[in-house]
C-alpha cells in the first residue's frame, strides 16, 4: 500500500470514529506530541472540522474523549455508569 493510501485510509477511519464519539456526546482533545505532551492542540471541542485540521501534522497523534468535562474512564464516570445499572 503506497503511503498516500495509507495515509487517505487513515483520514476515513478517524472521521468514522469522530462521527460516533460527537454523536455520543464527547468533547475531543488532540496531543500531536509537540508541545513535549504538556498541551493540546484542541481541547474539548466538539468541532469535527476544527479537530480534522489539527491531526495529521506530525506521524502520530493521540486524541482524548471527555464526556461531560470528565475524561472518558474516569473513576467519576465509573461511579455513574454503576448507579445508572
Do not use: H, W
Request: no cysteine.
Amino acid at each position: 500500500m503506497s503511503v498516500k493510501m495509507r495515509q487517505m485510509v487513515e483520514k476515513e477511519i478517524v472521521s468514522a470514529v469522530l462521527d460516533a464519539l460527537l454523536a455520543a456526546g464527547f468533547a475531543i482533545s488532540v496531543d500531536n506530541g509537540d508541545n513535549s505532551g504538556n498541551e493540546y492542540e484542541i481541547e474539548g471541542s466538539l468541532n469535527k472540522n476544527q479537530i480534522l485540521k489539527s491531526m495529521f501534522l506530525t506521524d502520530e497523534e493521540r486524541i482524548y474523549v471527555d464526556l461531560d468535562g470528565k475524561p472518558s474512564g474516569s473513576d467519576e464516570q465509573a461511579a455513574e455508569a454503576l448507579q445508572l445499572n
